[in-house]
């Protein structure tokens, strides 16, 4: 057979694969309306307990722990099937799952509702992470994937904004409750047109007997770069989203300003240099990344301790101003080291069981750094008397945990190539 008619045998082998940005684009919209379904109650949370007579330990729940929890627990037997099936089709079916929960949500009749349709956008938020990467790494080289996961990172930004600013907003014109059913709309066209669009790579496992779950994570209980990742990240998101859920609060009570201002501010400066700098972590990590494997990892540990660093002076700033100069470097700096960090848990991870491991890595994770986190700086704070400067305190104890994830991060970028190999060795 001649190269040529081996080529056209190949070409007609292979199928034909989507177009990688689009893949990349389409999934950034699904991200952000992820993220804008899950905080859209907190935006309306007033008109909610209003109609239904509840109290804030009830929004509360709905808001943090029963999510969460659902969320993780949904997260890894959903992973276990993204490894055989179709990572695709998993993304779009939990996109279509969580909209329709989002939009019934709209139609409560009571907290039982609430919860169960809470529950509901829980689970169908589950498939999304874990395959979407998985996804995205067959789609972009190493090299590349820094760039693809910043991109797919602005998500928690902009879906941020969407679910506090976007909800309310449709809520002051139309009700509490077409906020909901608008919000479902986009998240379900978007479910159909991904399904249509985007094609799943081929996989050289597809054929294999799925490995039981157990020796997987026994294997990488084993593995010190899994492990470092995994405490970087955890401990690095406890000491962001403690800040991140306090901090508007902070502004209120140290400086005297009204909520609408202070979560206003927040997101400026906040949520602008950190957009600026998720984008930029993900080209310099590609850069690096070009150069050895420790790169991103390096680069997110040294940008974690300097955005730990500019946070906790934040939280002492001597006025309002000066926090709002110093929450510039903080996003910055904080806006993209995790881009860092999932790009090199992608590296490390095998094909066969890349979704399941991940799953895994954002369970811990996610546990760790949004049911304690928040708990724990508020449970502080109360206890050095919920006076004028009893947040910072608070505050002061839970934000250096960043520092805890840098050494983490370090640590892992020694391992990282070596350890990938010896994971590449036991699949073959």
């Given amino acids: 057979m001649s190269m040529a008619e081996r080529k056209c045998v190949t070409d007609i082998a292979a199928p034909r694969l989507s177009n990688r940005w689009l893949v990349l684009f389409l999934l950034l919209l699904i991200f952000i309306f992820n993220y804008a379904d899950r905080f859209l109650i907190s935006g309306l949370v007033g008109p909610i307990k209003a109609e239904f007579g509840l109290g804030d330990g009830f929004m509360g729940l709905l808001m943090g722990p029963a999510f969460v929890v659902l969320y993780v627990l949904a997260g890894i037997p959903i992973a276990r099937l993204a490894d055989r099936k179709s990572r695709i089709a998993i993304i ?9 929960f989002t939009g019934l949500t709209g139609f409560a009749t009571g907290p039982a509702m609430l919860a169960l349709c809470r529950v509901g956008v829980g689970i169908g938020e589950a498939a999304f992470v874990a395959p ?14 820094g760039i693809a996961f910043a991109i797919l990172g602005l998500a928690t930004y902009f879906g941020q904004i969407a679910g506090y600013a976007g909800g309310p907003a449709i809520a002051h014109v139309h009700g509490w409750r077409s906020a909901f059913v608008a919000m479902a709309v ?23 007997v799925q490995e039981a779950f157990a020796p997987i994570i026994r294997r990488l209980a084993g593995i010190r770069s899994y492990i470092a990742l995994m405490v970087g990240m955890g401990f690095g998101t406890l ?22 201002v202070a979560s206003n501010a927040f997101a400026a400066y906040f949520g602008l240099a950190g957009l600026t700098g998720m984008l930029v972590f993900g080209v310099v990590s590609d850069w690096l990344a070009r150069k050895g494997p420790e790169g991103p990892p390096r680069l997110a540990a040294f940008s974690l301790f300097a955005a730990t660093a500019c946070i906790l002076l934040v939280a002492w700033a001597d006025s309002f101003e000066h926090a709002k100069m110093l929450a510039i470097p ?3 700096l904080g806006g993209g080291w995790s881009v860092g960090v999932m790009a090199s848990l992608q590296y490390l991870l095998p094909d066969r069981y890349r979704a399941t491991a991940t799953a895994s890595f954002v369970a811990v994770t996610t546990l760790l750094g949004f049911l304690v986190g928040p708990w724990l700086a508020g449970s502080l704070s109360e206890m050095f008397g919920d006076a004028s400067d009893s947040l910072r305190w608070g505050l002061t104890f839970t934000i250096p945990t960043g520092f805890v994830a840098a050494l983490g991060l370090w640590y892992a970028a020694r391992n990282l190539g070596a350890e990938r190999d010896k994971l590449s060795a036991h699949e073959g």
């Fill in 92 to 100: 779009c079916a939990g996109c279509v799952v969580w909209s329709l």
């Fill in 132 to 145: 979407a990467y998985s996804l995205l790494s067959d789609y972009f080289k190493p090299e590349r994937r």
């Fill in 186 to 208: 986009p998240g379900i066209l978007l479910g159909a047109i991904a399904w249509m669009l985007i094609r799943e790579p081929p996989r050289s496992n597809a054929s294999a």
């Fill in 239 to 260: 000491s962001g989203v403690s800040f991140g859920f306090w901090g508007p609060t902070l502004f209120v009570r140290n400086y005297g300003v009204t909520e609408t």
């Fill in 330 to 332: 903080s996003g910055l």
